[in-house]
């Protein structure tokens, strides 16, 4: 008889053994049955595909692992290679060009782009379209644009084919293609070398598609980013062009920031009011701009207005009011900076101010003044006021217009030390009357001009303050209001300062004067 032993239980460690036993024997089954495609053959048209949601990079790994996807592309590359270039597969071509090899992509863009240049242009209008949609599709990568770039003839290629009756669509593609090149400062020199302005100058009057205008407005501020790019802009009528499509629409970005950049240079101020590009900055600052646009139109007026010429032309064709309605706008902080900086450039001529007081330019100084501004624009605003207060009908009207209450909200500030000057001098300026002294006097100037005292100042700055006390002090009233608001010890802290000559002596006769008012209970 046999003995019955009771079961002992498994342990954890046995039974996790057998299930990996049992895994390893039916994964063993399962390959023998029905063996797994190696990894380097899966099928090319889906690589294709996951490649346009890749990176550079990754294609790269792709197309590498891939075996199957890189002989297909030497396959479509003997297919291309060997038909009519002006038929030739683009979708095909576009797939070789993300993720064929280098010597692949050279292979193509030799044969291709040699195929590109012999070829006689005199065919129909929609083979030139494909011949320049084969171009374009070359140069969206960097590759092909470093091929089209090194190729002497591409260029003159694109140009003569552009003077062809082209349809609208190879229009466009032409003015991309020269877009693209031109993202390269190689291809900019190329572009310019080979008279592609007065290309893009015929494209520009052509019936063109939104995307083309856009193209050709990029391609010239691309230009326009060098010297020798404004330069050729210039003799070459590319001003003409930008005005002409500024009047089509949805260019503005491009053409503003290239005005922007052709007013940087004395050639390029002369040449844009020459050409009448102070209208085209009216025009598109009307526009519903991003605040970026709004920027440029207020960079190149205040690059215009640098010289007596371009102030001149600026309040000729009403660019007062253009900066009236920018100021207006949300803007950057860099476009505050750039309008507070043109109207105080325009300040600095009598016309200019004649002109600012005509066209209500204190209210938008003093609209500027209560935004959150950097010591910079504080100091344009303080600048362009103090240069307004300069002549009496400018003091009259910064009275009217209640700049002396911008003057103190300035004053409280954190200022330069020219900003600070600027404030005095105004405050300055404008105790020269007694209406003016009356102005400051109820509007709290006085106290403005003790926390300025109290601050680091220039010795004019210094001398400013004390010349504006001595002033106010030169009525009852003025004296009354000093002694009431403690003039007086600004006095005595003014005396201890590094001053002028002048301002020692004016500190001591604006004492004297105060003192010897009736109601003066000071020593």
Not at 81 to 107: M, P, V
Not at 285 to 295: H, I, K
Not at 309 to 334: H, Y
Not at 433 to 461: F, M, P, R, V
Request: proline share 2%; aromatic share 4%; hydrophobic share 40%.
């Amino acid at each position: 008889m046999l003995g019955i032993t009771t079961p002992v239980a498994p342990t954890q460690a046995q039974m996790e053994a057998q299930r990996r036993g049992a895994v390893t024997n039916t994964n063993q089954a399962q390959q023998q049955s029905a063996p797994l495609a190696p990894f380097y053959e899966l099928p090319s048209d889906l690589s294709w595909i996951l490649a346009n949601f890749l990176r550079l990079r990754d294609r790269v790994a792709l197309k590498i692992s891939n075996k199957g996807t890189y002989d297909d592309i030497d396959t479509t590359i003997n297919k291309l290679i060997t038909s009519d270039i002006r038929t030739i597969n683009k979708e095909a071509l576009k797939y070789i060009f993300k993720f064929g090899t280098g010597a692949q992509l050279t292979h193509v863009f030799d044969k291709g782009i040699q195929e590109l240049i012999s070829l006689d242009l005199s065919c129909t209008a929609s083979d030139r379209e494909n011949i320049a949609s084969v171009i374009l599709h070359i140069a969206m990568s960097d590759e092909g644009i470093t091929a089209l770039i090194a190729n002497p003839n591409v260029i003159t290629r694109l140009t003569t084919l552009a003077k062809q009756a082209n349809t609208e669509l190879g229009r466009e593609y032409i003015v991309a293609a020269i877009f693209k090149i031109s993202n390269r400062p190689a291809g900019r020199t190329a572009l310019i070398a080979n008279g592609v302005i007065t290309t893009l100058n015929h494209l520009a009057n052509q019936d063109n598609t939104e995307e083309g205008r856009s193209n050709i407005a990029a391609a010239i501020f691309k230009i326009s980013t060098r010297p020798a790019g404004i330069t050729a802009l210039i003799a070459n009528g590319a001003i003409t062009t930008l005005n002409h499509l500024a009047n089509q629409g949805n260019t503005e970005v491009s053409i503003v920031a290239a005005i922007f950049k052709i007013s940087t240079s004395d050639e390029g101020r002369t040449a844009l009011i020459a050409n009448g590009a102070i209208t085209t900055l009216n025009y598109l600052a009307a526009q519903d701009n991003s605040e970026y646009v709004q920027e440029w139109i207020a960079a190149a007026i205040r690059n215009i207005a640098m010289s007596n010429e371009g102030i001149a032309a600026l309040i000729a064709n009403g660019a007062i009011t253009t900066l009236n309605n920018l100021a207006n706008q949300d803007n950057t902080e860099e476009g505050r900076s750039n309008i507070a900086a043109a109207i105080f450039n325009i300040s600095t001529r009598p016309s200019g101010i004649t002109a600012l007081i005509a066209n209500d330019a204190i209210t938008t100084l003093n609209h500027l003044a209560a935004q959150d501004n950097s010591k910079y624009v504080q100091e344009c605003i303080a600048a362009a006021i103090r240069n307004i207060a300069m002549s009496n009908e400018g003091i009259a009207a910064l009275i009217e217009n209640d700049a002396i209450t911008t003057l103190n909200n300035l004053a409280a500030q954190d200022n330069t030390e020219y900003g600070r000057e600027c404030i005095a001098a105004t405050i300055y300026d404008i105790s020269t009357s007694l209406a003016g002294d009356t102005a400051l006097i109820a509007n709290g100037a006085i106290t403005t001009l003790n926390n300025l005292a109290a601050q680091k100042n220039t010795e004019y700055g210094l001398q400013y303050i004390v010349t504006a006390i001595r002033h106010i002090a030169m009525s009852d009233e003025g004296r009354t209001a000093l002694i009431a608001n403690g003039a007086l010890t600004t006095l005595n802290h003014l005396a201890n300062q590094d001053n002028t000559e002048v301002g020692r002596e004016y500190i001591e006769e604006a004492k004297t004067l105060l003192k010897s008012n009736r109601y003066c209970t000071i020593s």
